[in-house]
C-alpha cells in the first residue's frame, strides 16, 4: 500500500464518499423576445433574469432538463448552422457529423456550407438576409423551416456582422431556439447523442436523496 498506508485508506474512503449519484445543472433565463431589436448574444456583462436547476442521474441528463426548464424546444429535423471564423468550423466539424448520423438535415450560410461539403457533409445553401435571394435566411426562419439556429458570431466586415445579427434576431422572434457560443453548441450535441430527449426521465425529489 505504499509509505503511507494510513493516508491511502483515507483517501480511498474520501473517494467513495465523494461518488456521484446525480448531478445537478443550472441554466440562465434571459428575456431577449421581450427586448426588441437586442443582439441575443450573451456576453460576460449579461445578468439572467431567471434560472432553473434540474437534476439527472448524469451531466447530459441534467443539461437536457435544465434547457427545457427554461423553454428551450429540442430540434426535430433541421439545423440552421452559421459557424463563424474557420477555426469555428473546424472545431465543430466533429458535431456537425455527430448530427447527420443523427438523421438531422443542414441549411447553413454560403462558407459553413462550403466547409461542410468539403468534409463530406451535406448543407444546403440560403443565402444571407441582406442578399434579397431565395431561398432565403430570413424566410426560413419565418416560415419554422428551422427547428434550430446554431450562429457563432465573427468580427469582420459591417455586411457580415449585420447578417449575422438579422439571423439571431429573427431566430428569437420566431421562437426559435438559438445557440451562439461554440462550446454550448458543442456539449449540446454530445448530449442528445447520449441521452433521449424524447421522454426525460422524472424522479422526486426523494429519489435522489
Known amino acids: 500500500m505504499g509509505k503511507y ?5 483515507f483517501c480511498d474512503i474520501l473517494m467513495s464518499l465523494c461518488d456521484l449519484y446525480y448531478v445537478g445543472v443550472m441554466t440562465p433565463q434571459f428575456s431577449f423576445t421581450r427586448l426588441k431589436g437586442s443582439d441575443p448574444v450573451l456576453g460576460v456583462e ?7 436547476a434540474c437534476l439527472g ?10 434547457l427545457i426548464s427554461v423553454g428551450f424546444k429540442m430540434p426535430k429535423k433541421t439545423f440552421l448552422l452559421s459557424t463563424g471564423p474557420i477555426e469555428s468550423k473546424a472545431d ?10 443523427l ?24 443565402f444571407w438576409p441582406l442578399e434579397n435571394k431565395e431561398p432565403n435566411t430570413l424566410t426560413y426562419l419565418s ?17 457580415e456582422l449585420d447578417n449575422d445579427y438579422l439571423i439571431r434576431r429573427k431566430a428569437v422572434d420566431s421562437d426559435i431556439p438559438l445557440i451562439t457560443n461554440l462550446q454550448l453548441a458543442k456539449r449540446f450535441v454530445e448530449a442528445i447523442s447520449r441521452t433521449s ?8 425529489w426523494n429519489e435522489y436523496v
Open 5 to 9: 498506508p494510513g493516508r491511502r485508506l
Open 46 to 52: 449579461m445578468v439572467s433574469t431567471g434560472e432553473a
Open 57 to 66: 442521474d448524469d451531466f447530459n441528463e441534467a443539461f437536457l432538463k435544465s
Open 92 to 101: 465543430f466539424l466533429k458535431s456537425s457529423k455527430i448530427l447527420e448520423d
Open 103 to 126: 438523421g438531422f438535415k443542414f441549411y447553413a450560410t454560403k462558407g459553413t456550407a462550403d466547409f461542410l461539403k468539403s468534409h463530406g457533409v451535406k448543407a444546403e445553401v440560403l
Open 143 to 159: 416560415e419554422k423551416k428551422i427547428d434550430l439556429v446554431i450562429n457563432i458570431p465573427k468580427n469582420i466586415e459591417k455586411e
Open 197 to 204: 430527449v424524447e421522454k426525460p426521465r422524472i424522479k422526486s
